[in-house]
């Protein structure tokens, strides 16, 4: 089985920087309530290739391996990989659906083929394989759908017991997937928030009944999964990264953690300081980020009443909303909302158009993207990738 190999010298809170140790017991986060992020020695993972400079002796050696997630391996975790096949997903060139909104050249990240059709497999894949490397037995989150199935699915390939805490509002097909994978589904009134809520007060007092939460930020390595996006959009780009980057955000780890790539590819000299302009999409009936980035803030308070069908963007608030916006605004980047009607609309193009069965939170950035170009704020010339983070088949009753 394959394996992360990556040297971790510390895990760092993004919030007020304190460190600790990575090793067990698991990492859950930093006494201030921020978010913990894994810091890598990547000079040693340069020195392990025996290159210097321009490295390219170390993405040499990474190419050479299978495609998918763990072909990183200096830039993951140092344990045995629980794995299903994820990562490495196609980046499709999306011609007509660029001519019909006048972009320039249009790409799609399409998430929906990794294993349970969604993104959220690369960060189960990484945090389940750290956590059952430390010993971790029951694995418990809340999720709006995707990242429960993910879980569920990585769970039980470690061998883990996995206790699911959803919204009753989820999609039918979601909840029978979780429960198919042998997941405990607690369904809970309300939105996502609330069903962490419901979570938090059945697990008691840390490590009282031996349950580890994997709820989005509040452990260190589902970010480590999630960047590898960043990685292959560099390799699949042909060593260069886009213009801009679309990015449906709920809970943001995605979005975090390509930025956080991004900063190692330019420490293991593979890119200069150049980045992506990144954009995060939101529903206009839950856009906590949008809100505050329009409003100059350094966090976002939480949306009251969430609704929208995208249930990926159900989500009322982050623990990572001071990292995602610090990333938009050092990137030059930008947030924008849209109604449940263009984003509806904006999947069935993407779907006519190209053959991509999206998700609606993928058409999310379809309808952003539209917007953005009739508004000026991409140019047509400039190179767009947009992220389908899941199958729309999930969403058929």
């Known amino acids: 089985m394959s ?42 993972a340069k020195a392990a290739a025996g290159g210097s400079g321009h490295d390219a002796p170390l993405l040499a050696r990474v190419q050479a391996r299978p495609p998918d997630l763990w072909r990183y391996a200096e830039m993951l975790p140092p344990v045995p990989a629980v794995t299903l096949g994820e990562g490495f997903t196609p980046l499709l060139e999306a011609p007509r659906l660029g001519a019909a909104l006048g972009a320039g050249r249009l790409l799609v990240k399409d998430e929906s083929q990794n294993p ?48 699911l805490y959803l919204p009753e509002s989820t999609p039918s097909p ?43 930020l509040r452990e260190p390595f589902r ?21 801009v980057i679309l990015y449906p ?45 329009a409003a100059g803030r350094e966090t976002a308070e939480p949306w009251a009443d969430p609704v929208t069908v995208a249930w990926g963007l159900r989500v009322p608030g982050s623990l990572g909303d001071a990292l995602m916006l610090r990333a938009l605004r050092e990137s030059g980047g930008d947030a924008v909302a849209v109604s449940d009607d263009d984003l509806l609309a904006a999947t069935a193009r993407l779907a006519t158009l190209e053959g991509i069965d999206a998700c609606p939170e993928g058409g999310a950035c379809v309808a952003a993207l539209e917007t953005m170009l009739r508004d000026g704020r991409v140019g047509r010339a400039e190179v767009v990738v947009l992220f389908n983070t899941g199958s729309g088949i999930k969403y058929a009753a």
């Open 3 to 44: 394996a992360g190999t990556g040297r971790i010298e510390r895990l760092e809170c993004g919030r007020c920087g304190r460190a600790r140790p990575f090793g067990p017991p698991p990492a859950t986060m930093c006494p201030c309530g921020g978010t913990l992020l894994a810091r890598y020695d990547l000079k040693a």
């Open 223 to 243: 970010v480590e999964g999630k960047k590898t996006m960043g990685y292959e959009l560099f390799e699949q780009l042909g060593g260069r990264l886009p213009d």
């Open 116 to 163: 349970t059709g969604s993104f959220k497999a690369r960060g189960m894949a990484v945090a389940v394989s750290v956590a059952a490397a430390h010993g971790v037995k029951v694995a418990a989150a809340p999720s709006a759908g995707n990242a429960g199935s993910a879980l569920a699915a990585y769970g039980a390939r470690a061998g883990m017991e996995v206790r």
């Open 249 to 293: 955000t709920g809970g943001g780890t995605g979005l975090i953690g390509m930025w956080k790539a991004f900063d190692e590819m330019q420490a293991l000299g593979w890119i200069d300081a150049a980045r992506p302009r990144m954009v995060s999409v939101q529903a206009q009936g839950c856009a906590p980020i949008v809100r505050a980035f």
């Open 174 to 216: 979601l909840i029978a997937e979780a429960r198919r994978l042998g997941a405990r589904v607690t369904l809970v009134p309300g939105s996502i928030a609330d069903a962490g809520k419901a979570l938090r007060a059945a697990l008691g007092p840390p490590q009282e009944n031996g349950w580890f939460d994997f709820s989005t």
